[in-house]
Nanobody, 122 residues
Framework: QMQLVESGGGLVQAGGSLRLSCAASGRTFSSYAMGWFRQAPGKEREFVGGINWSGSITLYTDSVKGRFTISRDNAKNTAYLQMSSLKPDDTAVYYC???????????????WGQGTQVTVSS
């Protein structure tokens, strides 16, 4: 089993920034791709972005390209989601997830964190 714990969420004004962290334990973190997803009230969970095991490849959904950056530190067993130029539409619960390969679909990920709330006020 792998345990994932997100942190760093909170309330921020539009245009502001937040950095989410995802701390992993229980399995070899560097063996897994990491994905970030979000779910807004009344909406389905959506892929935000992801990073492969080494950090050499990242993917982003179009709505966050140029504003969000995903990175990882395998020595610290932690993945990051740096969010800038935040918009009210970014308000959601953000989840990190670990999977065997970098994919955009949630079933590809075996392990999930509990989520952290991000609220962007206008």
């Amino acid at each position: 089993q792998m345990q994932l714990v997100e942190s760093g969420g909170g309330l921020v004004q539009a245009g502001g920034s937040l950095r989410l962290s995802c701390a992993a334990s229980g399995r070899t973190f560097s063996s897994y791709a990491m994905g970030w997803f979000r779910q807004a009230p009344g909406k389905e969970r959506e892929f935000v972005g992801g990073i492969n095991w080494s950090g050499s490849i990242t993917l982003y959904t179009d709505s966050v390209k140029g504003r969000f950056t995903i990175s990882r530190d395998n020595a610290k067993n932690t993945a990051y989601l740096q969010m800038s130029s935040l918009k009210p539409d970014d308000t959601a619960v953000y989840y990190c997830a670990a999977g065997s390969a970098l994919r955009t679909l949630s079933p590809a990920y075996s392990y999930w964190g509990q989520g952290t709330q991000v609220t962007v006020s206008s």
